[in-house]
């Protein structure tokens, strides 16, 4: 079965080369409005095409409708850029993401706690609760979920919920670090109060695209 992070990984390379190329022969030009029109161009191709997998299809069809509402203001390549970026620094050599693991989400929440972060992570979230932090920004994890998500070798093999309040922005840069990336459920209703959802999934293999970090020029 083709995943989603390998085969959106291939799109937007794919893509950013398409555009190199025409570039190169002189068939786009290096300015925002040409590269527009060459990305839309070939997205429409690619859709008609059937190029890659169907697991990639409405994400497609997504730029596709952007790219034509919102003409260069849709920024498809830095868009693709991002997203390469993103995909190329939690990829191994042979093209899979890496591994989480118990090690990495214990490192990951010592980060947090670095940057004053509140980790909540002994107690079972099992319904609607309030979760009091005096102010300070906050992690809970559902214990029970998390040991169910974790396997004898210590690596995530199920998708486990983060229950965040706080600078998500900078929650996202951290998870990146460790090369964990984030999948919103919600940004603010959840299990707890005032708290989002995010998921993180095993090999990060979320169906959809994940929360983008910050892009260090």
Same mark, same amino acid.
């Given at each position: 079965?083709?995943?989603?992070?390998?085969?959106?990984?291939?799109?937007?390379?794919?893509?950013?080369?398409?555009?190199?190329?025409?570039?190169?022969?002189?068939?786009?030009?290096?300015?925002?409005?040409?590269?527009?029109?060459?990305?839309?161009?070939?997205?429409?191709?690619?859709?008609?095409?059937?190029?890659?997998?169907?697991?990639?299809?409405?994400?497609?069809?997504?730029?596709?409708?952007?790219?034509?509402?919102?003409?260069?203001?849709?920024? =498809?390549?830095?868009?693709?850029?991002?997203?390469?970026?993103?995909?190329?620094?939690?990829?191994?050599?042979? %093209?899979?993401?890496? *591994?989480?693991?118990?090690?990495?989400?214990?490192?990951?929440?010592? *980060?947090?706690? =670095?940057?004053?972060?509140?980790?909540?992570?002994? !107690?079972?979230?099992?319904?609607?609760?309030?979760?009091?932090?005096?102010?300070? *920004?906050?992690?809970?994890?559902?214990?029970?979920? !998390?040991?169910?998500?974790?396997?004898?070798?210590?690596?995530?093999?199920?998708?486990?919920?983060?229950?965040?309040? %706080?600078?998500?922005?900078? /929650?996202?840069?951290?998870?990146?670090?460790?090369?964990?990336?984030? /999948?919103?459920?919600?940004?603010?209703?959840?299990?707890?109060?005032?708290?989002?959802?995010?998921?993180?999934?095993?090999?990060?293999?979320?169906?959809?695209?994940?929360? =983008?970090?910050?892009?260090? =020029?």
């Amino acid at each position: 079965m083709t995943i989603f992070f390998n085969e959106i990984y291939n799109v937007v390379s794919s893509g950013l080369t398409a555009l190199q190329a025409a570039q190169a022969t002189g068939k786009a030009q290096k300015n925002p409005v040409s590269e527009s029109i060459f990305l839309s161009a070939w997205v429409t191709k690619v859709l008609k095409q059937h190029s890659f997998d169907r697991c990639v299809v409405k994400t497609l069809q997504e730029w596709q409708q952007q790219s034509r509402t919102m003409g260069k203001n849709a920024q =498809l390549k830095l868009h693709f850029e991002r997203l390469a970026e993103t995909y190329a620094k939690v990829t191994d050599e042979q %093209g899979q993401s890496i *591994a989480i693991t118990s090690a990495v989400m214990t490192t990951f929440y010592t *980060a947090l706690e =670095l940057q004053d972060w509140l980790v909540t992570n002994e !107690y079972e979230v099992n319904r609607k609760v309030s979760h009091h932090t005096d102010g300070k *920004a906050s992690l809970v994890v559902c214990s029970a979920q !998390y040991a169910a998500a974790i396997n004898d070798e210590g690596e995530l093999v199920k998708p486990l919920s983060l229950y965040i309040r %706080g600078n998500v922005q900078q /929650f996202i840069d951290i998870a990146y670090q460790h090369s964990i990336l984030l /999948f919103k459920i919600t940004d603010y209703k959840s299990k707890v109060k005032f708290h989002g959802e995010y998921i993180i999934y095993p090999l990060n293999t979320g169906t959809h695209l994940p929360e =983008l970090p910050t892009r260090i =020029l």
